[in-house]
T-cell receptor, first 115, second 115 residues
């Protein structure tokens, strides 16, 4: 596609439910990133994939959060037993492998609201 | 660890006036520096970056920023703003020893341009 695509754009769920957020990166981009942006804050790093493997998952807040990228393209962020504090906009970005330009291409985000 | 401070949460300005958005950072290692812009209902977009070389960097849409290592600042400037510059602006840093994958963002500055 032309840009990074994220679905759903909005998700409302109840506390304790399971949620999946999907990211489709720019074609040919092997690096993929997830960030989380809470209200009034800047984006916070969650996890970075290079190909199929998670190269850095140090930003995942706890073991309720998990992300996969089984074929090195589309990625899914999975949140178990959601809590109200998980409400945020989840941003996905992609970039070329080995890029030295430093530019990440962001999607529009998935807004998660936990009631 | 790194941190980024954007002291101004909101900057109102009249069209064709100059503007400066302030950014200060803290880091124990050398960093790359970025400004990203988020227009309403769009994803984050790279405005400009400092990787090395000249400390004055020029970006898209007439914006520029100057890296000041002694003051640990990377302020964003534009000599004459347009209505279309109304957006949220985020300053970010990335430690040089980890590349570009782990951006640390500030809390953002909302630029409001009025006629």
């Amino acid at each position: 596609g032309a840009g990074v695509s994220q679905t759903p754009s909005n998700k409302v769920t109840e506390k304790g439910k399971y949620v999946e957020l999907r990211c489709d990166p720019i074609s040919g981009h092997t690096a993929l990133y997830w960030y989380r942006q809470s209200l009034g804050q800047g984006p916070e790093f969650l996890i970075y994939f290079q190909g199929t493997g998670a190269a850095d998952d140090s930003g995942l807040p706890n073991d309720r959060f998990f992300a996969v990228r089984p074929e090195g393209s589309v990625s899914t962020l999975k949140i178990q037993r959601t809590e109200r504090g998980d409400s945020a906009v989840y941003l996905c970005a992609s970039s070329l492998q080995g890029s030295h330009t430093g530019e990440l291409f962001f999607g529009e985000g998935s807004r998660l609201t936990v009631l | 660890a790194q941190s980024v401070t954007q002291l101004d949460s909101q900057v109102p300005v009249f069209e064709e006036a100059p503007v400066e958005l302030r950014c200060n950072y803290s880091s124990s290692v050398s960093v790359y520096l970025f400004w990203y812009v988020q227009y309403p209902n769009q994803g984050l977009q790279l405005l400009l970056k400092y990787l090395s070389g000249s400390t004055l960097v020029k970006g898209i849409n007439g914006f520029e920023a100057e890296f000041n290592k002694s003051q640990t600042s990377f302020h964003l400037r534009k000599p004459s703003v347009h209505i279309s510059d109304t957006a949220e602006y985020f300053c970010a840093v990335s430690p040089m020893n980890t590349g570009f994958q782990k951006l640390v963002f500030g809390t953002g500055t909302r630029l409001l341009v009025s006629p």
